[in-house]
């Protein structure tokens, strides 16, 4: 399996999208540029190998499948809790 960093950024604003929506994916140095760019924003980065290879396969601009719904419901929360504030 390729070891390069991956990366996928989501938006989610439940009065504009019914689904979160991938906004930018990447790896390797892409990869990087997107974790760097999140942490100096101040925006929650969550690690996890098999929901960002999922996300590696939605487009950019694409809502993610439902079959993602609750993975990323547990990452809403977690940025909720570390927002504290809810979505």
């Known amino acids: ?3 390069k960093k ?3 950024a989501l938006r ?12 930018a994916k990447g790896r390797g140095e892409l990869a990087e540029r997107i974790i760097e760019l999140a942490k100096r924003e101040g925006i929650p ?17 694409e809502e993610i499948p439902p079959v993602l719904y609750e993975a990323i ?7 909720g809790k570390v927002r504290k504030r809810p979505f």
């Open 45 to 61: 980065v969550v690690e996890d190998e098999g929901l960002v290879e999922a996300l590696l396969k939605v487009e950019v601009f």
């Open 73 to 79: 419901a547990r990452v809403l929360v977690f940025v």
């Open 1 to 3: 399996m390729d070891k």
């Open 6 to 8: 991956r990366a996928a």
């Open 12 to 23: 989610y604003d439940p009065e504009r999208d019914k689904a979160p929506v991938v906004i």
